[in-house]
């Protein structure tokens, strides 16, 4: 059974820090990796999708990376801003059926 | 209305009621899903509409019933929930590719989930 795992669950970080966020998963046999931001309340937004045959992936700030043999992820934000606070979320898709298993989650807090 | 919508955004509801929660996505997807999130816990996924065909998992009670009358709405049908019933419930949709045609070609978007806002449901 595939669990994904966030570290650290929380983070609190003064602005214009660069930070890491790292998730792993147990079973390396993926199809996809999701990185979403959750604002309190609210639903999810998708921020990054790296397919099983990649290594990386980059918007704006945010980068992605996926080693999946080692079953690690990890998600970098360059510069961090108040506006980054949200909880960010990682989730993995195995099976053929496409399910996501997700970790539960690393609030992050930006300090002004 | 883009995306992926989801009404009521709040519902309040006692243990003997019946309510539903709508779904519908604008995206041109053909598989849905909903999710929900308790505090502490991580995402649950509850039920799953992929090309036109549910898979569900098990372990939901039977006190919730999806439905999916076409590829782009679905329902969850509530009646008689408990008080650990309240949470946020989300609803999704994705891309899968179709059953015949044009078989092994992925694009980026394939099988990127989109969410919706959430339902907040309260039981008392």
């Known amino acids: 059974k595939q669990e994904v795992t966030q570290i650290p669950a929380a983070l609190s970080v003064p602005e214009g820090e660069n930070l890491v966020l790292n998730c792993s998963f147990t079973d390396s046999a993926i199809y996809n990796l999701q990185w979403f931001r959750q604002d309190p309340g609210k639903g999810l937004t998708s921020l990054l999708l790296?397919?099983?045959?990649?290594r990386e992936q980059t918007s704006g700030r945010l980068n992605a990376s996926l080693d999946k043999s080692s079953g690690r992820s990890t998600l970098y934000i360059a510069a961090s801003q108040p506006g980054d606070s949200a909880t960010y979320l990682c989730?993995?898709?195995?099976?053929?059926?496409?399910?996501?298993?997700f970790g539960k989650g690393t609030k992050l807090t930006v300090n002004p | 209305e883009t995306g992926v919508t989801q009404t009521p955004r709040h519902l309040v509801m006692g243990m003997t009621n019946k309510k539903s929660l709508k779904c519908e996505q604008h995206?041109?997807?053909?598989?849905m899903y909903w999710y929900k999130q308790s505090a502490k816990k991580p995402l649950e996924l509850m039920f799953v509409y992929s090309l036109e065909e549910r898979v569900e998992n098990n372990s939901v009670p039977s006190r919730f019933s999806p439905e999916c009358p076409n590829s782009s709405h679905l329902f969850l049908h509530l009646h008689t929930l408990q008080p650990e019933d309240s949470a946020l419930y989300l609803c999704?949709?994705?891309?899968?590719?179709?059953?015949?045609?044009?078989?092994?070609?992925?694009?980026?978007?394939?099988?990127?989930?989109?969410f919706g806002p959430g339902t907040r449901l309260t039981v008392t």
């Open positions: 790296i397919q099983s045959s990649q």
């Open positions: 999704a949709s994705s891309q899968e590719p179709p059953r015949t045609g044009e078989a092994g070609r992925v694009s980026g978007s394939l099988y990127e989930q989109y």
């Open positions: 989730a993995v898709s195995s099976g053929g059926s496409e399910k996501l298993v």
């Open positions: 995206l041109g997807h053909n598989a």
